[in-house]
């Protein structure tokens, strides 16, 4: 399968700065990546949708001012946290499909976020 | 809204003996399923899919699983167990067609003992 590579796999970071994390499809180009949040002994849950060039889709009660997404190429999306804060402790993954969503979305190895 | 329940947090299962991880969904239209595996540290893999072609879906590493619309389920299972096997599976629903607004289950944790 194709390979989605995810940067930092893990960061800690202190309350009330800001992290960027990265996602980038190594072999094909990615119109629509996700991006996911795990919790401790949970399920993955979609946190937004970002098509390249265009503002990312967030879901019901995720703030998008804290969750800055960009896509701004077809190999690349980031997800920066915004003054975070310990509660936003967090396992992140990132998916990429060339398709629009229609076709194979492959996931990042994810990103083990931290605050302190 | 489209939901997936997985009946198991945890399935202990011998090496060599069959695997049965169990998922059921609601879903008020023909649902896009899958099942991924994560292993420790390791991203997703896309173990099988079901798009309304053949119930019965074969994936890699000698799983399968088989969509059975009257019980509304897509239990996941393969013939003899490998240490290999060990980790986290997701039955998941697809919300949004294809690979969009994908809804995953709880997870299922398989521990293969030797």
């Known amino acids: 399968g194709a390979v989605v590579s995810q940067h930092p796999s893990r960061v800690i970071c202190k309350s009330g700065t800001s992290v960027k994390i990265e996602c980038r499809s190594l072999?094909?180009?990615?119109?629509?990546m996700f991006w996911y949040r795990q919790f401790p002994k949970q399920s993955l849950m979609l946190m937004a949708t970002?098509?390249?060039?265009?503002?990312?889709?967030?879901e019901q009660g995720v703030e998008k001012d804290k969750f800055l997404i960009n896509h701004a190429s077809l190999t690349l999306s980031t997800l920066t946290v915004t003054s975070a804060h310990p509660e936003d402790s967090s396992f992140y993954i990132c998916?990429?499909?060339?398709?629009?969503?229609?076709?194979?979305?492959?996931f990042g190895q994810g990103t083990r976020l931290t605050v302190v | 809204a489209q939901s997936v329940t997985q009946l198991d947090s945890h399935v202990s299962v011998s090496e060599g003996t069959p695997v049965l991880l169990r998922c059921n969904y609601s879903?008020?239209?023909?649902?896009?399923l899958f099942w991924y595996v994560q292993h420790p540290n390791k991203g997703l893999q896309l173990l099988l899919k079901?798009?309304?072609?053949?119930?019965l879906v074969k994936g890699i590493n000698g799983f399968e699983a088989e969509f059975k619309k009257s019980e509304t389920s897509f239990h996941l299972t393969k013939p003899s167990a490998h240490m290999s096997d060990a980790a986290e599976y997701f039955c998941?629903?697809?919300?949004?067609?294809?690979?969009?607004?994908?809804?995953f289950g709880a997870g299922t944790r398989l521990a293969v003992h030797p």
């Open positions: 072999d094909f180009q990615a119109t629509t």
């Open positions: 079901y798009t309304s072609a053949a119930t």
């Open positions: 998916s990429a499909s060339s398709g629009a969503g229609f076709a194979e979305a492959f």
């Open positions: 998941v629903v697809s919300e949004g067609g294809g690979y969009n607004k994908l809804i």
């Open positions: 970002s098509n390249e060039g265009s503002k990312a889709t967030y």
């Open positions: 879903s008020s239209y023909s649902p896009s």
